[in-house]
């Protein structure tokens, strides 16, 4: 059974920092899959901020989050990490990452992903 788990949120003043964690499993053994870090601000749609494809020679990232975030995976712990700095207030929302049933690619469309985490609360303070 496939599981990701994210964590690391938290609740964190403006210019702060930030580290999530998502940690795969369930996946056939050898297979990494790209990996997709989306939020959802409340009352706006989920959008997706970051991607990673299975050997990280790929990312992607909006332009909203471009500069001050970074993508990165160890795939001897299944884990991807999404590193956030200068946080801003708009930032606030909850963070999920997913994975495709099989691809490698780095996506930041939401319907390229089939396996989703609960979700990790991020609360940027002014």
């Not at 403006?14 to 990996?35: D, K, V």
């Not at 870090?37 to 989050?65: H, M």
């Not at 390229?112 to 609360?123: K, M």
Request: glycine letters at 12%; charged letters at 15%.
């Amino acid at each position: 059974q496939v599981q990701l788990v994210e964590s690391g949120g938290g609740l964190v003043q403006r210019g702060g920092s930030l580290t999530l964690s998502c940690a795969a499993s369930g996946f056939e053994h050898g297979y990494y899959p790209g990996i997709g870090w989306f939020r959802q601000a409340p009352g706006k749609k989920r959008e997706g901020i970051s991607c990673l494809s299975s050997t990280a020679n790929r990312t992607n990232y909006a332009d909203s989050v471009k500069g001050r975030f970074t993508v990165s995976r160890d795939n001897a712990k299944n884990t991807v990490y999404l590193q956030m700095n200068s946080l801003k207030p708009e930032d606030t929302g909850v963070y999920y990452c997913a994975a495709p049933y099989s691809d490698l690619g780095c996506y930041l469309v939401d319907y390229e992903y089939d396996y989703w985490g609960q979700g990790t609360q991020v609360t940027v303070s002014s």
